[in-house]
């Protein structure tokens, strides 16, 4: 059983190597009117508070790492609680360097990866159901793809824009109090 489990690690690492199902970044806090007064160990605290109120329903901390899940059916109030959406789980790290600190993030999109991808071959079937004369393959198989890079990628864009700047308001806003 542990040899089919190292064998399927095995090959989902290969698949994320080859795809953009993770994404990993630093958000640097260097300014010393940015970083005056908060420690890593209270960047932390405020990053899981924030964390939570953008509904993760997981968030777990083990030294200077947080770590958490997001249920793919969780009640959100707000459309700026969106945040999350394509994200199932990820980490964050606060560490400190010289001149400021380093929050380093890892996020995984496998979900998005899995919906996106059964949306549009769902999408697919429908077009060669309901269309005469059927498609040819090419033409279908193109749609698909761009259809399938405009939803995955579009999310995977947004939060790759979002998350840094999520981090870095976090942190900002809990200097000014």
């Known amino acids: 059983m542990s040899n089919a489990r190292a064998a399927i690690q095995h090959f989902a690492s290969r698949i994320s190597a080859a795809l953009p199902v993770t994404m990993r970044g630093d958000v640097v806090v260097s300014s010393p009117t940015e970083r005056r007064g908060l420690s890593p160990e209270e960047a932390l605290s405020h990053l899981q508070a924030s964390l939570r109120n953008q509904r993760a329903s997981e968030v777990e901390r083990h030294g200077l790492e947080l770590r958490f899940r997001v249920k793919s059916h969780r009640s959100v109030y707000r459309h700026n609680n969106l945040l999350l959406d394509p ?4 980490s964050v790290v606060v560490s400190e360097m010289p001149d400021g600190l380093r929050v ?6 496998r979900r998005a990866f ?21 498609p040819h393959w090419r033409e279908l198989f193109a749609g698909m793809l761009f259809g399938w890079l405009y939803v995955f990628g579009a999310t995977y864009l947004i939060a790759a ?11 900002l806003k809990q200097k000014g109090r």
């Open 104 to 109: 380093s993030y890892d996020l995984s999109f």
């Open 114 to 134: 899995v919906v996106s991808g059964c949306l549009v071959m769902f999408l697919g079937a429908i077009a060669v159901a309901g269309t005469w004369p059927k």
């Open 161 to 171: 824009f979002r998350f840094p700047r999520f981090i870095r308001r976090v942190l």
């Open 87 to 90: 994200v199932d789980r990820g």
